[in-house]
Every structure is written in C-alpha cells, then in structure tokens.
C-alpha cells in the first residue's frame, strides 16, 4: 500500500533527517559535532566567506554552540574527518573511507582520460616524482612545488606538480591534512586517516548497498534519481538496480509539493515507512542557511518540498541578477520563508544587511522582523563582528 506524505509532512522528515529539527543551542561538544556529520552525511566546503565559510556557516545553523575548533581537531589531529568529493568538495567521515575507494578507482581512469585532453601529452610526467617527495619528505603545499618558469593561468593551467597533486588526491593516493588561510596542504593518505578506517576492503556489491542505503536514510524518502545524486558515487542506473533488488525492504511514498500538482512517487524503508511522520516539529526560531546548505542542494526537491525557487548568482553579471552575488536562505520553523543579502565587514565591525526579500504570501510581521533581528545578532557574533548595520533600503521599496 502506497503512503501518502502531505507536504508539510515531506517538509518536516526531509529537515529532521538533514538535521534542522533539534534545538539549535542544545550543548554540542566534538563528539556531538562528529554524529552530526555522520547524521547528514556530508558538510560542503567552499571558499567564499561573505559572512562565514560555508561549512561553518551549514554547522551553525544546526547548533550554536557548534565550535570551529572541534571541527579543526575532527580533520587535522584525530582523523575522523576527511575531505574530498560528494558532488562537491566536501567534509565527510572518515568512516565512510573505505567506500570512496570505489570512487577513487571509478574516477581514476576517466580523470587520465580528460585531464590528457585538457592538458596534452606529458601532463602526468611528474606523478611518481611529486608522491615519492611527499612520501620520503611529508606533507606539501601546491606552492612549495611550484615550477620557476610556469605561467600560471589559473585552474585551467595548473603547473605540473599542481596537477599531480590533484590527480593523486582525487584517486585517494594523497588526503587533505589540513588547510593553511584555505590552501590545501597534502600528505599521504595513510598517514593522515587512522589505518582503520583503510580497512577491510568492501566488495564492489556492499559499496553500491551502502550508498544506496545510507542515501535513503538520509534523505528519508526519495527516487532512485535522487538516492544516486545525494553521495555522487553510483550512477542512477545502479540505484534504480538497486530499488528495483531490494523492493522487499522497501514502500512506495506518494508526496504532495508544494504547488499543489501531482504528487510525486518516492520510495522509503518499509521498516520506517509507518514512523516516517514521528518526527519533532522544527524549532519556530528564525534561521540563516548558508546558500551551500544539503536542505537546498538538490533544487529541484527544494522546489516541490518548499516551493522555494534558489540560485547561486556568483556568476551572472551583476545587472542580471534577480537578488544578489551572495544572498543567504532563511528558514523558519519548517518553510523557507525569504532570502537576505549580507556581507561581514570585519575591519568596520559590523554584519552590513544590504536587502531583504519574503517570499510570496510571506507577512512582515513585527514578531517574525524580531525574530530576524535575534537571529542577526547571533550571526554577527558567530562571524566575530560586533553590530549589525541595516542599511538604507534593506527592507525594500515600500517596506
């Protein structure tokens, strides 16, 4: 029997599983932050800090009394984190380690493929050489390899030890031991995760069952589609393989979204299925997601869960953009309620509130702007800035 999710029941299983539904300043603590890695599955790292950097930024939502120095132990001193790719660079648990080997082995031979198309023969001639220095004489960073006489050109022109470390990262000969002011400084793996996370080796049809299967519990119901984008390790032919083997364990959910249309077929765990609507209501305080929070990644689910209609418009020429460069999500309770652009001034001290947007059918109240203005105040002091400055027009023409 197929189970039918309203869509404010959908909304309220996909934030408890990302998260987003414990109460935000419960204590913390490092192995607290570690299980809600583990929890969600991944923390997205870039390097735009407009106010925080975006796995900072994605932690902070969920707790605030999240430490940035736990997460720092987490990677660079106990090893229980490492960093490389979901979809994106991302901050995954080192327990998960052994199943991105599959990946590491999946990529390696299409990486030598369009890596010798982008940049020609003899682009791999210095990878044995680059491992063998950091294996006799530890971790580097890409400058102190770099050659006199290369003309950097930026991503696409990498000089060739900078490409033989990336080609040794991506195929888990190398890992991130820490970032010095964000520049990666690379050792070897084995060096930097505990040798039990290396171990034992999981067979080809366990890594396809794991991925499938921890992509479901996380994201609490979904298509095989989705299951395959949440880690970006199987293809979606492996995943609707997988659905397709293990339809005994499973029931077919029927979600309504946000719009009101169809509603849109999904499948979750028969075993949860029926407690799938046990889940705690999301804490009413207002709350600042970072534009690389896991709750939007996916748009499209964003779009018929909250109706929500996001873009990251770094690139778009400032004229044609329809909000801003960097313009933060807000979420309230269990709807994503509007959109702000702000930015940390930190040699004048302050969180500068540029503009402000609510979505549709989305009141100004008194009580909601109060809610926005606690919750301001606790980002500016997470960005180590003292006031927050609302400039001229932040709330619009007309506001």
Request: hydrophobic share 35%; net charge positive.
């Given at each position: 029997m197929t189970i039918l999710l309203s869509?404010?029941?959908?909304?309220?299983?996909?934030?408890?599983?990302?998260?987003?539904?414990?109460?935000?300043?419960?204590?913390?603590?490092?192995?607290?932050?570690?299980?809600?890695?583990?929890?969600?599955?991944?923390?997205?790292?870039?390097?735009?800090?407009?106010?925080?950097?975006?796995?900072?930024?994605?932690?902070?939502?969920?707790?605030?009394?999240?430490?940035r120095e736990h997460l720092a132990e987490l990677l660079e001193k106990d090893g229980e984190l490492f960093e490389h790719w979901t979809h994106d660079a991302s901050i995954i648990p080192s327990a998960f380690f052994r199943y991105w080997k599959h990946r590491f082995r999946r990529k390696e031979a299409s990486i030598l493929a369009n890596w010798r198309k982008w940049q020609g023969e003899g682009f791999d001639a210095t990878f044995e050489e680059t491992y063998r220095r950091i294996a006799e004489s530890g971790a580097v960073m890409s400058r102190d390899l770099k050659v006199e006489d290369h003309k950097s050109g930026g991503w696409w022109n990498w000089h060739p030890n900078k490409t033989a470390l990336e080609y040794l990262w991506h195929t888990g000969k190398l890992a991130i031991a820490r970032r010095e002011n964000f520049q990666k400084v690379y050792d070897l793996a084995e060096r930097v995760l505990p040798q039990h996370h290396h171990e034992p080796a999981v067979e080809h049809d366990v890594f396809i069952d794991w991925a499938c299967r921890s992509a479901l519990e996380r994201l609490g119901f979904a298509t095989h589609g989705e299951i395959a984008a949440f880690w970006a390790l199987v293809t979606p032919e492996e995943a609707k393989a997988w659905v397709d083997a293990n339809k005994a364990e499973l029931r077919q959910v029927s979600i309504e979204t946000a719009d009101g249309g169809k509603p849109r077929a999904a499948y979750a765990f028969a075993h949860s299925a029926e407690s799938l609507r046990d889940v705690p209501e999301?804490?009413?305080?207002?709350?600042?997601?970072?534009?690389?929070?896991?709750?939007?990644?996916?748009?499209?689910?964003?779009?018929?869960?909250?109706?929500?209609?996001?873009?990251?418009?770094?690139?778009?020429?400032?004229?044609?953009?329809?909000?801003?460069?960097?313009?933060?999500?807000?979420?309230?309770?269990?709807?994503l309620v509007g959109r702000i652009d702000m930015k940390a001034d930190r040699k004048a001290g302050v969180l500068a509130v540029r503009r402000l947007w609510w979505e549709p059918k989305v009141r100004s109240s008194a009580g909601r702007l109060e809610r926005l203005e606690a919750e301001l105040a606790r980002v500016a002091r997470f960005a180590g800035v003292e006031d927050v400055r609302y400039l001229d027009g932040w709330q619009g023409e007309g506001a």
């Open positions: 869509n404010a029941e959908a909304r309220r299983i996909f934030l408890s599983r990302q998260g987003l539904s414990s109460p935000p300043g419960r204590a913390l603590g490092k192995a607290g932050l570690l299980q809600l890695i583990h929890d969600i599955g991944f923390v997205q790292v870039d390097s735009i800090a407009t106010v925080e950097r975006a796995h900072h930024q994605i932690l902070f939502s969920r707790n605030q009394t999240y430490r999301s804490p009413a305080r207002l709350r600042v997601l970072s534009p690389f929070d896991p709750l939007i990644r996916d748009r499209n689910r964003t779009e018929r869960l909250f109706g929500y209609v996001y873009r990251i418009e770094i690139f778009v020429p400032e004229p044609k953009r329809q909000y801003g460069y960097y313009v933060f999500p807000l979420l309230e309770g269990d709807r």
